[in-house]
């Protein structure tokens, strides 16, 4: 895979589709609308295709689900990784019994569908498995993490552009119920700091906070956007501490736990006050934008958010392996 990988990013820049941060948040898609409401599934190794299956398979699904349902499943998927392969065989006979047909490629599913989300846990497979949608000129989700590194994210992004094919990415954490009247500064008026709690479990086929601590990290970005200047990271075996300069000043901070009891949360703080951040409500809120993106082609995250939050992530490896020293994450986006 990795020798395709070199090939297919060799071919985009012998075809001048750039990889720049520049380029990357100026993508442009058609806005044509979809042919239909069938949703397919690539990955059934983690918990999110079913709660989205469930959703949008409901007996009475919710009226904002837009009438999209899943009628087809490619199952793989996570082959290596024995916590998310060894779901694969139960999640198969869960979305069965929602009326979803089981095929045996992403060819048979996208003869299917009209849109799809992929769903496989392991980010390492996303570029190669997204590739075929893109050509297939279908509009695709890519639950998190979008790649399990930033030259796939950027490889990602410049193959929608090139195909003109949307695509956005997102953890659930970025709509929890107060998030987005906190960053339109509803509640304390302008952000001026964050602080942001999620697990952290390590894995060792991604980059530490890839995996899990990409949760939090979205949190922070949903609440301070884009112009991270740079990241150091202090490790402990039970904790991770991040913090983030953004370029006008201000901090965001996040809080890897993988010791004591878990959970997501933060503190926003405000030109007038600082207020916790929501309670986690589940999956419908971001099911909600996809169902939205897929009707309208119109991203909910822009494309360069989404590169410079795995650029932070891509910072925080790096401080670790250099002793915690800060590392410029405008210079990963621009290498």
């Known amino acids: 895979m990795e020798v395709n990988r070199r090939k297919f990013l060799k071919g985009l820049t012998a075809m001048g589709v750039g990889l720049s941060a520049m380029s990357i948040a100026n993508v442009g898609f058609s806005r044509e609308a979809v042919a239909g409401k069938r949703v397919g599934i690539i990955g059934l190794d983690t918990s999110h295709s079913i709660a989205f299956a469930k959703a949008l398979n409901a007996s009475q699904p919710d009226s904002k689900l837009n009438g999209y349902r899943v009628v087809a499943a490619y199952p793989y998927g996570s082959k290596t990784i024995e916590s998310s392969a060894k779901r694969i065989p139960g999640y198969i006979d869960e979305v069965k019994n929602l009326g979803v047909a089981i095929v045996d490629s992403i060819e048979a599913l996208l003869d299917q569908v ?3 989300l992929l769903e496989t846990n392991d980010g390492r497979l996303h570029l190669e498995q997204a590739i075929p949608v893109f ?7 890519i639950d998190k993490p979008i790649a399990a590194s930033l030259a796939d994210t950027k490889a990602i992004f410049a193959a929608a552009k ?3 094919v949307p695509t956005f990415s997102s953890s659930s954490l970025r709509y929890v119920e107060n998030i987005s009247d906190l960053a339109a500064g509803k509640l304390i008026g302008d952000i001026t700091g964050v602080d942001a709690f999620a697990p952290a479990t390590l894995e060792a086929t991604h980059p530490d906070l890839f995996w899990y601590g990409i949760h939090g990290v979205e949190m922070l970005f949903a609440l301070l956007g ?5 990241v150091r990271r202090t490790f402990a075996e039970g904790t991770d501490i991040v913090v983030g300069t953004w370029s006008d000043g201000r ?3 996040f809080r890897g736990i993988r010791a004591g009891k878990g959970g997501y949360g933060g503190m926003a703080y405000g030109t007038e006050g600082q207020q916790a951040i929501g309670k986690f409500g589940g999956y419908l809120p971001l099911l909600y934008r996809i169902v939205d993106f897929f009707d309208t082609g119109i991203v909910p995250v822009n494309p360069a958010e989404t ?3 795995v650029a932070f992530m891509a910072a925080a490896d790096e401080s670790k392996r250099k002793g915690g020293v800060a ?8 290498s």
């Open 114 to 116: 009209d849109v799809v």
């Open 135 to 141: 050509k297939a000129g279908k509009r695709v989700f």
């Open 162 to 164: 090139q195909h003109n």
């Open 226 to 230: 884009t112009g991270c200047k740079e």
């Open 251 to 253: 901090v965001g901070v």
């Open 307 to 309: 590169t410079e939050l």
């Open 327 to 334: 590392v410029n994450v405008q210079n990963l986006l621009n």
